[in-house]
């Protein structure tokens, strides 16, 4: 914001300069016209005067008396006047004479009209109203000899006067002319002789000459002046400045508003962090500056570890201010020089510049991990949370900025599926294996869509009877440029994207209508993936496919895994529950690899344990697992919960199997996954392995 406060002061600053500028040009224009306004204020004057008394010794020259209240006529002596003008006497006839510049009209004009008639420098009034004071007056003959004097004026000083040249050449001016000229007189304050030429047929008769006092003139033109100087100030004030001023108000507010947009277009508004696009204009600076110097950069990208969480159990609120703390604390961690950003959500991104090794970036990545995982005590509660990073180290030659950003990325999921809470480097495979699995997430998308998945199903037995008990449909993708694509593969990614919805119902349906051609007694088991329970209504499509293939409930057996009720406990247990009235059994899938507590078995109506292959596959060569196994087999038989080995390849692994009572089998030693299954399957199988 203080960018935007120096701008405003550069504009408020130009307009009191401009201001002053012309207030200044005005004084210093005002000077020589208050010169020129007094010389046309005297012309006038004296041309008035001269016109009055002219008019009067062509009118009264016989009977010239003079009286109190005409000062300029009073000063003048009749007789002497008389006597210098005989013998020719002066015609009553003859036309005023007097004439006044022309230049000097218009400006007087002028100067009224713009000092609104203070100064009323008008040619035309009487000479009474001059501001000028007459303080003497004479007669001139054109060869300069004095005819007359009157007032205040001396022979001497008027004869000294006439020497100078500034008079000698108003004098001329006048007799050349015709007009009125003013001089000033030298070495006197505002005083100044007025020669007003009268003519006869055209030449000049004689003149005559005022001694013009013009003090109190003056200060009447300078405060004409001020007047003018004021208004013109006032008006360049109201005319330019306010407009000025509203305008410079309606820049600050757009620049304000930029700003405003710029800033949240640059910054997260949550952290005040750089955003993903200031993040990425940091990282191409670091990068240009890396090639520069030929030095290393490290971008590491950060993720904190089931921050849903805290946003689903302590709320958004709380999730936002765990954000912020973290936000603080990474600043904290980094260097000055380096640059942390938000990308969205709980991801946040690092440039740290002038990495000398790879160790550098490790031991940067291992504090943010130990600043970040230190509890939070965030709006009264306490928190904690583990980051995982990513790692990408440049610049490489020719690498756009977004190769090394993804590569940050890459590591950071790598990281994550490594058990989070750690940090990962970059490494090219990555990148080849994250190309592989975009590449066959739109191809799944199309194998869907084209019916180029299909069903295997794998024979369960009864172990201690023999008999066929079941088949468990294991779904398949045969590539068409790739070949078979394992389940293990492509059912997770079918979970990521969502795809296991359509894929699910798929499978549960083309299965079932599969077991309807099966003998009465022959179950169908069917793998449940957990992502179906978080994304659909799990016991609403089982019941539908029912009803639409009219499998009967009591023969279709889903397989679900620990992670299925780790997942969301209460809803999981109501669907379970759910389906378990409707007559469909329950199976724990792959049991002994996850994580959670055996007390489920005791809340989830399960019906049966399949006994993770990874057990059976080690039966017989390492001991723990044997311990294992023949304990899940005896929890099987006191909860009365039916035990499946899966994965039994060896005869050895069944025999033992069966010295345990376990009570199923699965696996390779008796049957391999098929996409048909055959006519009489016991029969299938060759007399050494037949299980009873
Ligand atoms: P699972 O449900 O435990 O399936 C049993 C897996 O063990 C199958 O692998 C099967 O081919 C394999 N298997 C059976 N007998 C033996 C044996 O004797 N030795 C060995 N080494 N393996 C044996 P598959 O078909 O690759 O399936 C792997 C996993 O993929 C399944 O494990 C299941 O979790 C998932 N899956 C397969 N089909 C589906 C499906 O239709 N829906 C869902 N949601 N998941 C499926
Ligand atoms: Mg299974
Ligand atoms: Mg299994």
Redesign the pocket.
Known sequence: MSEFDSRDRWVMGGLVVLGLATVMAAVLSGGSAINYALEVEASNAAHAWGAKIDKRLRTEVDGLVASPSETALDIIDPAGLRQHLEPDGIKSDRAPTVAVNQSHRNFAERLRWLSGGLLSADPGRSGDDAVSNMDGFAVLSPSGKTLALGGTLKQTSLSHALETNALKSAFAEAIDTKEVTVAALPEQDRKSIAFVPVTEDGEVAYLYAFEVDQSSAAALTNLALVVVTVTTSLLIVMGFSVPAAIASRRIRERWQAEDKIRYLAMHDSLTGLPNRLQFRQHLEQAIARAKRHNTKIAVLGLDLDRFKNVNDTLGHATGDALLEEVAARLVETIRESDVVGRMGGDEFAVVAENINLPEDAMTLAQRICDALGAPYKVNGHEVTTSTSVGIALGPVANQPVDILMKNADLALYRAKQDGRNAFRFFEPAMDAALQRRRRLEHDLRNAIRKNQLY??Y?PQFGLNEGELTGY????RWWHPSEGDI???TF?PIAEETGL?VPL?EW?LKTACTYALGWPDDTRLA????AAQFKTQDVFELVRRVLVETGLGPERLEL?I?EGTILQNTEAVIETLTKLDALGVSIAM??FGTGYSSLSYLTRFPVKKI?ID?SFI?TLGTNPQTSAIVSSIVGLGQSLDVTITA????TEGQAAMLKHWGCDQV????YGR?EAEVPEDPLEELPLDRNVA
């Open positions: 069903l295997d794998q468990e449909a294991l779904v394992p389940p293990s059912v296991i699910g499978i069917v793998n449940l993936s397989e895994t899938d792959d399949k292959r596959g899966e994965g039994v390849e699965q696996g390779y030693y996954p």
